[in-house]
């Protein structure tokens, strides 16, 4: 009889009826899930060359197995849709995923609501890495990302090691060399600008950010660093919302959490710094999707983070259609319209929600 | 059991703490006491390996830091003078994270764990809260819902830093008595720190007066919580009377009764 009682009690904790909030909310993950498909059928859809989505669809059944469906698609519309749209759909995917998940990751282990996946220089670094390649070696096709992805890592990796080396990995002092190295690193960047003058316009654009038109050889490359960012990242979420109650109290429930910041802002770093070296920099959706989730659908990490990817993807493949519609044939830097349609959002979501941010 | 042998810490090259011989014995209650900056706290974070020692400190036998810090939350459960309460999480969830320790590496609970966890809410009759958020509650049920998590954690021994800071008598007495209990129950071995003399000296076993990080007395409330103790080591001027057989502790102001401040450092 105890025991039945015991049970009955027992499982106020364990279910979800508004008790446990960690839970994932499904209907946001639906709505996110829906979001993505909407935002991907968009991307395939629209362009210069109109294919209309009932096509798109036609074309997508037909290469499934066990479909009895032909395609009505040109061989051209065919090469547009699956050489040109279709990886500029999945980069942007992938991208926006990763930007999202890794600022809401670098948000749970600075405890620092403004932090974003630049925090440690990870923008300074692959501006650097990028405007030496683009000043010294012409911008040559496939130096570039790779130059923006070493000086990426490079920069963490340096604030990083004079974070430590000041005694203590924690949060102000790695923050604080995070500002130094960056600062450092802006300067020599303007240097070498100003040496070569006539790269201004290059690097420029470069810094805009934008999903690359290149076909699927980025996917290919980003993608191996983005699973393991998202991997780790995902594994983690129940630690990071331990770390929700500060460092030392973490510390004191068993959590190494020198050790965990570690892992964590490393596996954010390899995926931000893999999608800054393909794309250039993409501000805002690092900061802007974990927080519209976390005021939205629920603070837990266990929520923030999985729709973040989820958003974010939906996010950044909108905004892509976004920039390469308004204005076409011409294209706008994908950053102005991250910031142009997130901050207006974003300023909503904070007027229409109570609860504030934890 | 914990046990300090010489045990110092320092901080920014000053010992806070300095070569402290203390023995807490299980299912013993022991509060630290001394003002502001004594090295209450700090001695508790070492005994919990939140900051590095020397000398040796161990509990339940074992040198702290020579444990990792999982091992050693399953050991040792503190409760924080001032908790990091996530407004939004729910007193289920955060007594929840006292079993952290006891969690694999991916940390997914077990039944287990939510026992234990329904079991400390329970234990401090918190059943009814269990679905409120942290930001929902009063300052005796936070204190309580803290308590909660750090009883999940099953640790035997638990450290109080200034459980009734901010609480009102009657809260501070029910957080007290509840302390009590639960350590007959489950015979938690209790350190904590606390600055009302007077209940300090109604619920520990035993007082140990720190100055300067230095143990200056050590004994039952009787011995320790002396007019002459208390004005020296705290630069106060207080009266000490009795209650129940138990020494009161009370701030003296009108010149007549005030006693001469003597100099503080030992």
């Known amino acids: ?191 070498v600008l100003q040496q070569n003058s006539e790269d201004v316009r290059a690097v420029y654009s470069w810094l805009l950010g934008r999903l690359s038109t290149s076909g699927w050889s980025d996917v290919v490359v980003v993608l191996p660093y983005v699973v393991v960012s998202a991997v780790t990242i995902l594994a983690y979420r129940r630690v990071l919302d331990v770390l929700r109650v500060g460092d030392e109290e973490a510390e004191s429930l068993g959590v190494a959490v020198n050790r965990v910041r570690l892992i964590v802002v490393a596996a954010a770093t390899l995926g931000t710094a893999a999608v800054v070296a393909v794309t250039g920099l993409i501000g805002f959706v690092g900061i802007l999707v974990p927080h519209a989730i976390r005021l939205l659908a629920g603070a837990s990490y266990r929520i923030v983070l999985p729709l973040s990817a989820l958003f974010g993807a939906a996010f950044l493949v909108l905004a892509d259609v976004i920039a390469r519609t308004v204005l076409s044939p011409a294209e706008l830097p994908i950053g102005v319209v991250t910031a142009c349609v997130g901050a207006p959002f974003f300023a909503v979501v904070l007027r229409t929600t109570t609860r504030g941010p934890s | 059991m914990i046990r300090l042998g010489t045990a110092s810490v320092r901080l920014g090259g000053a010992a806070v703490v300095d070569g402290v011989d203390l023995t807490v014995e299980s299912g013993e209650w022991t509060m630290l006491i001394g003002r502001n900056g004594a090295g209450k706290t700090t001695l508790m974070r070492a005994v919990a390996g939140l900051v590095r020692y020397e000398g040796s400190i161990t509990v339940e036998g074992r040198e702290v830091r020579a444990v990792g810090s999982r091992e050693r939350a399953r050991t040792v459960a503190m409760v924080p003078q001032s908790p990091q309460l996530p407004a939004d999480m729910t007193v289920g969830e955060y007594a929840l994270l006292g079993r952290t320790p006891h969690l694999g590496f991916l940390g997914r609970p077990g039944h287990h764990d939510f026992v234990a966890a329904q079991d400390a809410v329970e234990s401090l009759d918190l059943d009814a809260l269990a679905g409120r958020r942290l930001d929902a509650l009063s300052g005796g049920e936070r204190q309580r819902a803290v308590l909660a998590r750090a009883l999940a954690q099953e640790a035997p021994v638990l450290l109080l830093d200034e459980p009734t800071a901010a609480l009102d008598v009657g809260r501070q007495q029910e957080v007290l008595e509840l302390v009590s209990s639960l350590r007959s129950q489950r015979n938690l071995t209790v350190l904590g720190a606390m600055h009302d003399l007077t209940l300090a000296g109604q619920y520990a076993d035993r007082l140990v007066l720190l100055d300067s990080g230095r143990v200056v007395a050590d004994g039952s409330p009787d011995e320790v919580l002396t007019e002459e103790r208390i004005n020296r080591h705290y630069a106060a001027s207080v009266r000490v009377a009795r209650l129940g057989g138990s020494p009161v502790v009370l701030p003296a102001r009108h010149p007549s009764l005030r006693v001469p401040i003597e100099e503080t450092s030992p």
């Not at chain 1, 009505?72 to 995923?97: F, H, K, M, Y």
Request: aromatic share 6%.
């Open chain 1, 1 to 191: 009889m105890t025991d039945v009682v015991h049970r009955a009690e027992t499982r106020r904790i364990e279910q979800p009826s508004g008790t446990v909030r960690g839970d994932m909310p499904w209907p946001w993950f639906a709505g996110g899930l829906a979001g993505l498909v909407a935002a991907v059928l968009a991307g395939m859809t629209l362009g210069p060359a109109a294919i209309p989505a009932s096509a798109v669809l036609a074309d997508v059944a037909s290469r499934l197995p066990l479909l009895d469906v032909g395609t009505q698609l040109s061989q051209i519309d065919a090469t547009v849709l699956w050489e040109l749209r279709a990886p500029r759909v999945v980069l942007g995917a992938l991208v926006g995923a990763t930007l999202a998940m890794a600022g809401g990751a670098y948000q749970a282990v600075f405890h620092n609501p403004l932090a974003d996946p630049y925090l440690l220089g990870v923008a300074a670094g692959a501006g650097l890495g990028a405007t030496v390649a683009i000043a010294y070696a012409g911008a040559g096709g496939g130096l570039l990302p790779v130059a923006a992805f070493a000086g990426a890592v490079l920069a963490v990796a340096a604030a990083y090691g004079i974070g430590r080396s000041v005694g203590t990995a924690s949060r102000a002092t790695l923050v604080l060399a995070g500002v130094a190295v960056a600062g450092f690193l802006s300067a020599i960047q303007t240097f």
